[in-house]
């Protein structure tokens, strides 16, 4: 099983990036898939994650720091989730990791990808 997070960059102040996870050697559609985050000599963070029920894929949740700026998507066809990121700040460069878990909620994670470096310059 591998997860494989692209899309990451260096970016100014107000700019957008796209991150996208892809997954593969399973099928992911009843896992929740989501990004966390890890600043230097910070702790791991949630980012934001979409939910499963019932074999659709229902909702995003996400922490209160990116709420109103970021919007998190997935393709069960591809085995992809996605996080547009809006009005980056400095304070969201961190190393980007996206992850997987089985059932509806995206708590401390079954699988991870090797994650991707953002860095907001103001």
């Known amino acids: 099983v591998q997860l494989q997070a692209s899309g990451g960059g260096l970016v100014q102040a107000g700019d957008s990036l796209r991150l996208s996870c892809a997954a593969s050697g399973r099928t992911f559609s009843n896992y929740a898939m989501g990004w966390f985050r890890q600043a230097p000599g910070e702790e791991r963070e949630f980012v934001a994650a979409?939910?499963?029920?019932?074999?659709?894929?229902?909702?995003?949740y996400y922490a209160d720091s990116v709420r109103g700026r970021f919007i998190i998507s997935r393709d069960n066809a591809k085995n992809t989730v996605y996080l547009q990121m809006n009005r980056l700040k400095p304070e969201d460069t961190a190393v980007y990791l996206c992850?997987?878990?089985?059932?509806?909620?995206?708590?401390?994670?079954?699988?991870w990808g090797q994650g991707t470096q953002v860095t907001v310059s103001s």
């Open positions: 979409t939910s499963w029920s019932a074999g659709v894929s229902t909702y995003g």
């Open positions: 992850a997987a878990e089985l059932g509806s909620r995206l708590i401390s994670g079954d699988y």
